[in-house]
């Protein structure tokens, strides 16, 4: 062997030392760069930084795993430990790849970051653990702590992102999962934030295939043209129901609309009434929940008049306007109550087109 430098502090003469425990090729470099630890050469590159301090009366630090290696960096103790094939290999932390065989081009970063790998290709790992079990899988993008360690093994193609997050399986493929504890459970499949994240937003207009997804998203259609489902809204409205009883009675209307449908939801007012009369509310639907034309909508409901069930209608106007009544059939949905008893209506919802 030839070509051997000290630049640790302290240097010693490297006739004390027994080369023949490092099984190398005699045309292999070695260089010492810092105490116990060594740069290797036999015309490619590989960088051992912090390998243990070997065995009192050694002399040397026996490292019998070493063959046929080109373009290694470790840093760290124990780091790639038993690597006699792999290539273009990077690893800084203690642990890290200490099983590498044939596998190309990984790189690793932190305590016992792909840990496992015997022929896995293409892995990018960062964080403490991260990675730990990979052994022939490939093409990971892994970044965390503890991302991806707790079962990926064998599969390929994912990217993990986020403290402890994974894909939940050995052999998970294509899969993607980017935040805290995100755990996605199917394969070619993306999944962006936990249970605790309420909102996805931008900061400025984002397009997916051209379309803004915040604006609005076209489904699929069958016999049809797609058109954007672009509205989406819950919201209550504090009314007051009026005409029949001897005081206004306060009440709350509830609204959803999804694209162009909306459904409105009233809860049930029973009361004694007083007088001979339809019921009337105090406020107009609004704006964006006004009913499409025609000029009237008309809806048949539950009523109760003087104590005792009834079908009653609800009529509803392009305005916004809302008035119930009581059906004297169901060729006269608009007559009065009577004025006397427990009358009212029981809750219901209706459903229809926005106005456009």
């Known amino acids: 062997?030839?070509?051997?430098?000290?630049?640790?502090?302290?240097?010693?003469?490297?006739?004390?030392?027994?080369?023949?425990?490092?099984?190398?090729?005699?045309?292999?470099?070695?260089?010492?760069?810092?105490?116990?630890?060594?740069?290797?050469?036999?015309?490619?590159?590989?960088?051992?930084?912090?390998?243990?301090?070997?065995?009192?009366?050694?002399?040397?630090?026996?490292y019998t795993g070493i063959s046929g290696i080109s373009d290694k960096v470790t840093v760290g103790p124990y780091s790639l430990e038993d690597e006699p094939n792999g290539n273009s290999f990077v690893g800084a932390g203690s642990g890290v790849n200490v099983t590498l065989n044939v596998g190309q081009n990984n790189t690793g970063q932190g305590i016992n970051t792909l840990h496992d790998l015997t022929t896995g290709i293409g892995n990018t790992v960062m964080g403490s653990g991260a990675g730990e079990l990979i052994t022939t899988g490939s093409n990971n993008t892994i970044q965390g702590y503890l991302t991806g360690a707790l079962a990926l093994t064998t599969g390929s193609n994912n990217t993990y992102i986020g403290s402890n997050s994974g894909g939940g399986i050995a052999n998970a493929q294509n899969r993607t999962a980017i935040g805290y504890l995100v755990t996605n459970m199917n394969d070619n499949t993306v999944i962006l934030g936990n249970t605790a994240n309420t909102d996805i937003s931008s900061l400025g207009t984002s397009t997916l295939g051209g379309v803004n997804p915040f604006a609005s998203i076209t489904l699929k259609s069958t016999g049809g043209t797609?058109?954007?489902?672009?509205?989406?809204?819950?919201?209550?409205?504090?009314?007051?129901?009026?005409?029949?009883?001897?005081?206004?009675?306060?009440?709350?209307?509830?609204?959803?609309?999804?694209?162009?449908?909306?459904?409105?939801?009233?809860?049930?007012?029973?009361?004694?009434?007083?007088?001979?009369?339809?019921?009337?509310?105090?406020?107009?639907?609004?704006?964006?929940?006004?009913?499409?034309?025609?000029?009237?909508?008309?809806?048949?409901?539950?009523?109760?008049?003087?104590?005792?069930?009834?079908?009653?209608?609800?009529?509803?106007?392009?305005?916004?306007?809302?008035?119930?009544y009581k059906a004297v059939s169901i060729a006269n949905l608009t007559s009065t109550f009577t004025g006397s008893g427990v009358s009212g209506y029981h809750d219901f919802s209706i459903s229809f087109t926005y106005n456009i």
Not at 21 to 50: C, H, I, M, W
């Open 1 to 62: 062997m030839s070509n051997i430098h000290a630049l640790s502090p302290n240097p010693k003469a490297y006739a004390n030392y027994n080369l023949n425990k490092v099984q190398v090729e005699t045309s292999l470099q070695l260089l010492e760069v810092a105490p116990n630890s060594y740069l290797q050469t036999d015309g490619s590159r590989f960088v051992v930084a912090g390998i243990p301090a070997p065995p009192a009366g050694s002399g040397f630090m026996e």
């Open 226 to 324: 797609p058109s954007p489902l672009n509205f989406y809204e819950e919201t209550q409205q504090s009314n007051t129901a009026t005409g029949i009883w001897a005081g206004s009675q306060a009440t709350t209307i509830s609204y959803t609309r999804i694209g162009r449908l909306v459904t409105i939801s009233f809860p049930d007012v029973l009361v004694t009434a007083t007088t001979a009369s339809q019921i009337t509310f105090s406020a107009n639907i609004p704006s964006q929940y006004l009913p499409a034309t025609p000029t009237h909508m008309c809806f048949p409901i539950s009523v109760a008049d003087n104590g005792s069930d009834a079908l009653g209608s609800i009529v509803l106007t392009d305005t916004g306007v809302i008035t119930i």
